[in-house]
């Protein structure tokens, strides 16, 4: 499967910590985007970084992508109880016709 | 723009039966994508649409499904006949363009088959 990974599956920490989840995929992507889902509602869009930038700042959130360990991370930093979600990277590869590849997320508890 | 629009928000229906699944992406955007979410298989890729005409369909799971896109302001999502298996949140989205832009996402249908 061409499906990216999210590490980890879950992650609880307190409010004001950081967080930092990984994605990992098998083939050359032309980016990878992150994205949060909110407990029933549709995903959003947070963050888009090229296959060609190295790292990409937007508010609390920093977003790295190493191409050769065909890895990204995505970091929130002075979480909020506001950002309990779940976040999916979701790649759009090189290759083929396929458009946007959805992980199976990472689901981020923030406590008060 | 109001984003993209889904109906039903919630579908209960029985083992069977047809479903029909809705959706209006934004407008200017020229892909539209079906996608469904389970907690085991999490978000999949049922089919895409290009200028309203299918792309590819390759993630349908089987005949039973089917999916139409009449005009550039409208999609349906057909299940007939549905099962329990079918039970699950379909996400219609919508973008400029395939993977190098950002799709916005519906609030999603939740399917229950009994």
């Known amino acids: 499967s061409q499906q990216g990974e999210e590490d980890p599956q879950a992650l609880s920490i307190q409010e004001g910590e950081n967080a930092t989840m990984n994605c990992s995929y098998k083939t050359s992507i032309n980016n990878l985007q992150w994205y949060r889902q909110n407990s029933g509602r549709g995903l959003v869009h947070l963050i888009l970084i090229r296959s060609n930038e190295r790292e990409k700042h937007s508010g609390r959130l920093r977003v790295t992508l190493d191409t050769s360990k065909k890895s990204s991370s995505l970091l929130i930093t002075a979480s909020r109880a506001a950002d309990t979600a779940s976040y999916f990277c979701a790649t759009d590869f090189l290759s083929g016709n396929t458009p946007l590849v959805f992980g199976k997320g990472t689901r981020l508890s923030v406590i008060a | 723009d109001a984003g993209v629009i889904q109906s039903p928000r919630h579908e209960v229906t029985e083992m069977g039966q047809e479903v029909t699944l809705r959706c209006k992406p934004i407008?200017?955007?020229?892909?539209l994508f079906w996608y469904r979410q389970t907690m085991m298989r999490g978000l999949e890729l049922l089919i895409y649409f290009n200028n309203n005409v299918p792309i590819d369909d390759s993630g349908m799971p089987e005949d039973r499904f089917s999916a139409k896109m009449p005009n550039a302001s409208f999609s349906t999502l057909k299940i007939q006949p549905s099962e329990p298996r079918d039970s699950a949140v379909y996400f219609c989205?919508?973008?400029?363009?395939?993977?190098?832009?950002?799709?916005?996402f519906g609030q999603g249908t939740r399917l229950t088959v009994v």
């Open positions: 407008s200017g955007h020229d892909y």
């Open positions: 989205a919508s973008s400029l363009a395939k993977g190098l832009t950002e799709a916005f």
